[in-house]
């Protein structure tokens, strides 16, 4: 049997009970794979962390990371760790990040069912059939280039970042989004964001991923538009960018987030961020190895709600999907849970009992919904 | 009398066709002022400069806008001078507004009137109500930083920019949103956009904003957004940031389009291009200068329409509102431009003729809403 080392970081606020229910969904779906053998490990990361360590990110967690085969991860941060404390939760994420080499954050927007169009802020006819998918370079650009922090002299009156990019650096993302695009069948298009018409950072960007697909995919479909531009387009007609929206670290932040609020809850979606992306071909090979990843849902640690068990764990669970899909080339029970995902959030309109949280206007608590996805999981 | 220069700069496409319109509304309203005298001149400036010239922005054009109280813009670019030509509109764009030191945009985001309420793409409970008031800093950051372009030889294989600010420049730009919030009564909140949670610029911005606002006008609400988190708020929850949204140049790009697609189309809305801002006791004070700005409608030059006649004129017009108030201190015949542009869009709601174009679903030509517009204001 191939063993799988995951480790799972519950972070702060609702992560711990988050990640919960996707680590029984992820036992469940694997214990009927005679051949699949899941260790799942547990370790302090972010605020939770800070408390009992005093840094975000001890060396124990990151040793057991980068030997890992996979890392799920709930969320971390809160009003405790703000924006002026010294050490701060995300500057753990960051640096993970960076460590573990996560270049390609993967963050789909879509609706699990249609019967979720209700929770949209679009109107239904702008939102159904919304399919995007964010690939955004997650270890480059103006969050990694060398800055400079205001001084305490008037002579340093000025603060600086550097927004970078090498031409490897696009190119690996790029190759990332093509297989991505390339697993859909048929393909899906391309769309490349930049501000090439302002900054010399995204005229490399540009040049780059035309190359790339040029000479290493030239069957994909791809084009370009301007950051402002596809800003717009997200809210007025966002089918326009269905498909595989690439971009690079700021923008994609900022494009990703506005993405994410058109399936109607934030709790809903999951992301994966990955040191490379296997091609069809690599999954189907006899020699699969692990894709490093982490695996997260896209929402924060919501410190408000946190405790009360009242959290969606479905991002999560979702994002359990994706590291069964990237990381372990275990296409099959990532389905699964996706088809069960869909199935419990759907119940409600067939008259069924509904699972579905609070943020849903549902009564179910976190445990109901990561119980009844198990259930429905046995009868796949 | 006080005369005024105006510059008129029409541009390409759709921009001289809503130019017209917004200059004969100007014409209107100020010949009911005894001692108001404007001189209305137009130069070159764009796609067709370049075609004649060989550049967007002469040195003639820009010697004009220079000496001008006040310059009203139609649009600029087009396919014919796309991101691959050499010489491109928007350069004369970026270099018009760096020497005018036009560093402060200001962008409105909201309904003239209810009746539009179809056009948005949002939901209409989320989007009644929105009033939204961007004020981007345009002449810093990004785009004005130092920057190095990918190198022809294969050791040149970065390209970078930097996003710098110092902080005298924001503290103008911040003073802007001041006077700006403070020209409404009761004052209106700031939302201050950044990523201090990333950026050293950002955290340096964020500083400056808060010892500027607490040191000189303590009355004011301000909170802070991190960017990512206020592209969701303008889809999900727009009115959270209801009131003056100040942030910096990239952001602003983004955040600016973002919310300006709210109000249904992008031929509503106006903006200002401001070297300051005066204070209400400025306008009210007996030497009261013009401060020299450019106003053009936020949409671009639509070359798939040009030349047909039915472009909305309305963004223009209302920019033309924001020339009179910010440049020339006019605030009345301002406020009566605004009130005739919200009579002719709401006319189709009484069962009158209607006076919409065609992005409204309407019949009316460019010059009917201008002529609308003329008559309604000689009742007022
Ligand atoms: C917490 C923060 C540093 C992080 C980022 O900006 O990358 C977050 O917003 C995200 O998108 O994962
Ligand atoms: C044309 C372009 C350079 C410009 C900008 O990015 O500032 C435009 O998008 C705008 O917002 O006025």
Redo the contacts between chains.
């Keep these: 049997a191939s063993v799988f080392r995951i480790v799972i970081l519950p972070g702060d606020g609702i992560g711990p009970e988050v990640v919960t229910e996707a680590a029984r969904v992820l036992e469940a779906v694997t214990a009927a794979l005679p051949d699949v053998d899941l260790k799942l490990e547990t370790y302090d990361f972010g605020g939770c962390s800070i408390d009992k360590f005093g840094e975000p990110l001890t060396e124990a967690t990151l040793e057991a990371c980068k030997s890992a085969d996979a890392i799920l991860m709930g969320a971390i941060g809160g009003p405790k760790w703000g924006?002026n404390s010294k050490v701060?939760p995300?500057q753990g994420l960051?640096a993970l990040r960076k460590a573990l080499g996560l270049y390609a954050n993967i963050r789909p927007a879509n609706f699990a069912s249609d019967s979720l169009l209700n929770y949209?802020?679009?109107?239904p006819h702008?939102a159904q059939g919304v399919d995007m998918i964010v690939i955004r370079e997650l270890i480059g650009g103006?969050?990694f280039?060398t800055?400079?922090?205001?001084g305490a002299s008037p002579q340093e009156?000025?603060?600086?970042?550097?927004?970078?990019?090498?031409?490897?650096e696009v190119q690996r993302i790029t190759r990332v989004a093509a297989q991505v695009a390339l697993a859909a069948n048929p393909p899906l298009p391309i769309h490349s964001i930049d501000?090439?018409?302002?900054?010399?950072?995204s005229?490399?960007w540009?040049?780059v991923v035309i190359e790339t697909l040029e000479e290493e995919f030239p069957q994909l479909k791809l084009d370009?538009h301007l950051?402002?531009?596809a800003?717009?387009l997200?809210?007025?007609?966002p089918k326009k960018l269905n498909g595989v929206i690439l971009t690079e670290n700021?923008?994609g932040?900022?494009?990703?987030?506005?993405s994410?609020?058109?399936p109607g809850s934030?709790g809903l979606l999951p992301s994966a961020s990955l040191a490379g992306a296997p091609s069809v071909a690599d999954y189907k090979s006899a020699d699969f190895k692990a894709t490093p990843g982490l695996y997260e849902p896209i929402h924060g640690s919501a410190p408000d709600i946190a405790g009360q068990g009242i959290a969606n764990p479905v991002g999560t669970i979702l994002s359990a999907a994706m590291l069964l899909r990237y990381s372990l080339g275990l296409e099959k029970p990532a389905k699964a849970i996706e088809d069960a995902v869909r199935k419990v959030l759907d119940d409600t309109e067939k008259g069924g009992a509904g699972y579905r949280t609070a943020d849903l206007a549902g009564q179910h608590k976190t445990k109901d919904v990561g119980d009844k996805v198990i259930e429905i999981l046995k009868t796949l």
Excluded: Q
């Design positions: 924006v701060r995300e960051l949209s802020p679009l109107k702008i103006a969050y280039g800055r400079k922090e205001l009156d000025t603060a600086w970042d550097t927004m970078i990019y090498s031409v490897p501000k090439a018409n302002v900054l010399a950072s005229r490399l540009r040049k370009h950051v402002d531009s800003s717009m997200i809210v007025s007609n700021l923008f932040d900022i494009l990703s987030d506005e994410s609020v058109i934030l």
